[in-house]
Antibody
Framework: QVQLQESGPGLVKPSQTLSLTCTVS??????????WSWIRQPAGKGLEWIGR???????NYNPSLKSRVSISIDRSKNQFSLKLTSMTAADTAVYYC??????????????WGQGTLVTVSS | DIQVTQSPSSLSASVGDRVTITCRAS??????LHWYQQKPGKAPNLLIY???TLQSGVPSRFSGRGSGTDFTLTISSLQPEDFATYYC?????????FGQGTRVEIK
């Protein structure tokens, strides 16, 4: 059973860059045709899809964040990562990593990490 | 971006009730609609994908229907463990937008 675990700083200063890592266990990040994605959720609010990287390396980002976000895969460590620049208080949220599995012509987030809270504050 | 409107935003129901949540997309998304359940302090859990396919391990009291722009999630007989927040998500195009969520509370 694949498991995902987010890690990174819980506190980031305004204007800094957030770097989060998702460690995948129970399966190789190179196996299959999957998307590895990031989703966030401000406290008491809904879910926002940030973006994803395919096993092949192609990426898709939310246009609302596109100029600030990058997602990459480190195959040697079985990890993928999120970088979000120019952080502000509005980026304070729980960040989830997920594995999207193929579903017809689509893909769906079937596996989620437990989430990690990131607070932006000086 | 495709907008996804979920209703109601919250509802109160009793154990044993039949509950229906609706999701409407701003354009046709074929059957690329997924449903998640989220309990407080936990990550969302996939219930239904492709509008109507039950994820492995999900009880059969959950069902999904719809295609195009209108979709429903139905819980046939609400159980105590079903009190949670439910989200729909469209998978037709990126960004993969979510509905605002429906909080199911105990009456």
């Amino acid at each position: 059973q694949v498991q995902l675990q987010e890690s990174g700083p819980g506190l980031v200063k305004p204007s800094q860059t957030l770097s989060l890592t998702c460690t995948v266990s129970g399966d190789s990040i190179n196996s299959g045709s999957y998307y590895w994605s990031w989703i966030r959720q401000p406290a008491g609010k809904g879910l926002e899809w940030i973006g994803r990287s395919h096993t092949s390396g192609s990426t898709n980002y939310n246009p609302s964040l596109k100029s600030r976000v990058s997602i990459s895969i480190d195959r040697s460590k079985n990890q993928f990562s999120l970088k979000l620049t120019s952080m502000t208080a509005a980026d304070t949220a729980v960040y989830y990593c997920t594995r999207e599995i193929p579903s017809g012509g689509d893909s769906v987030g079937a596996h989620w990490g437990q989430g990690t809270l990131v607070t932006v504050s000086s | 971006d495709i907008q996804v409107t979920q209703s109601p935003s919250s509802l109160s129901a009793s154990v044993g009730d039949r509950v229906t949540i609706t999701c409407r997309a701003s354009q046709s998304i074929r059957n690329y609609l997924h449903w998640y359940q989220q309990k407080p302090g936990k990550a969302p859990n996939l219930l239904i994908y492709g509008a109507s396919t039950l994820q492995s391990g999900v009880p059969s009291r959950f069902s999904g229907r719809g295609s195009g722009t209108d979709f429903t999630l139905t819980i046939s007989s609400l159980q105590p463990e079903d009190f949670a927040t439910y989200y729909c998500q469209q998978g037709y195009s990126t960004p993969k937008t979510f509905g605002q969520g429906t909080r199911v509370e105990i009456k």
